[in-house]
């Protein structure tokens, strides 16, 4: 199943093909959500501008708004219980935590029966739309989405060829995934540099001036095509103990003995603030990662927003994708101001706790539309 995810959901093509989905979200989120001269509220539109990049993307022509509304809803009410949940991992021992959890047990459950009704309705429907449509149902297209993909790997498909099926499960399984694991954190992230940025207007104004030299001249569009070029970009773990594992076996580390079914956290927040391998790890200072050997693919430990090895987030490409779009069209097109007069170091950075660590209050802010020179 990690391999299809791989290899035919997150590849390098379908990312790709996925592009103008993306262009096309951020550029209505651009023009309709952000009302220039007012206070918008940036967490609320980010949020909903990256559930809708990876509804078109999983569920594609399911046009369906009442649908879409109750799924995002779902989602939401399901990330809220969840977080619960994870006090109740770092505080085992509670008996006022457990007793929370239990009732949060019974939450999810019907949490997840109103979205399996859901996802259900949404696979009938491709399967139907696939009888009549011989190109979707025959694996052709670049412009399958996701349920699609994985339609072709379904039983009939898998005894005529001899390779693996994917049962109806599995579908709502890995769809249900990708939008937790593709959703709230690509969202946080994005608010997460607004924030930083906000607080830090000399590099609002480098990282600025970038997006300008790089997009001014090249009509209204700041589309993905040129987005290499940005190098000023810095990213902040929004899953600080990225996602607990459990030991299959028990091994020693450093001399500790961790028994088989541990349940293991990693925090790759400690980790990316380790005065070790970080000059002044506490400050945003974007121009540390330019030019920099680190890169957040797995392969340097001191750097893990998505985590390393097997278990690693298949979503880096969609996610970078989005932040990076996103990012570069809130520099390129608005300058921004914080409401009511506040000073950049008033602006509140409280987490809340969770295992997608977001900002407590959403990031309002007032934007002035930019006209290019
Ligand atoms: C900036 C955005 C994102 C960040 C920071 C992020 C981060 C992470 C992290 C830290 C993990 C856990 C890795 C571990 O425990 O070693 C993870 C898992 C996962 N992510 Fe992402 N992610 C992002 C975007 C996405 C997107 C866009 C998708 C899908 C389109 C996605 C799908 C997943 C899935 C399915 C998993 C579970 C993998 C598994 O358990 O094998 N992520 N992500």
Known sequence: ??????????????????RPIREEEVRKAMVGS?????????????????????WRAAFGGVEAREMEEAFFSVQ????????????????????????????????????????????????DAHVSRRRSDVDRATGGGDDQDLVDVLLNFTRDKAVATGEFSVTDFEIKAVITDIFFGGT????????????????NPEEMEKAQKEVRRVFDGKGKAVDEASIDELHYMKLIPPLPLLVPRESRETIVI????????????????????????????????????????????????????FGAGRRMC??????????????????????????????????????????????KNDLHLIPTPYRAP
């Not at 199943?1 to 996925?18: A, F, H, P, Y």
């Not at 969840?82 to 999810?108: K, T």
Request: proline residues 5%.
């Open 34 to 54: 952000i009302r220039p001269g007012e206070i918008v509220n940036l967490g609320r539109i980010l949020g909903s501008l990256v559930c809708k990049i990876i």
């Open 314 to 359: 298949p979503g880096v490409k969609t996610g970078m994708a989005i932040v990076h779009l996103a990012v570069a069209n809130l520099l390129y097109h608005f300058d921004w101001k914080l409401p009511n007069e506040m000073k950049p170091e008033d602006l509140d950075m409280t987490e809340v706790f969770g295992i997608v660590v977001g900002r």
């Open 184 to 199: 709230h954190t690509s969202s946080v992230t994005i608010e997460w540099v607004m924030s930083e940025l906000m607080r």
């Open 76 to 123: 939401h009410r399901i990330v809220q219980a969840l977080g619960e949940l994870s006090l109740r991992d770092v505080f085992p021992s509670s008996w006022v935590l457990r007793m929370v959890a239990d009732r949060n047990d019974r939450r999810l459950k019907k949490l997840h029966a109103e979205s399996d009704t859901i996802l259900q309705e949404i696979i």
């Open 254 to 305: 450093k001399g500790y003995q961790i028994p088989a079914k541990t349940k293991v956290a990693i925090n790759a927040w400690a980790i990316g603030r380790d005065p070790a391998y970080w000059i002044e790890p506490d400050k945003f200072m974007p121009e540390r990662f330019v030019n920099s050997p680190v890169n957040y693919n797995g392969d340097d430990f001191q750097l893990l927003p």
């Open 1 to 18: 199943m990690r391999k299809i995810c791989t290899l035919e959901l997150m590849s390098t093509k379908r990312v790709g093909s996925q």
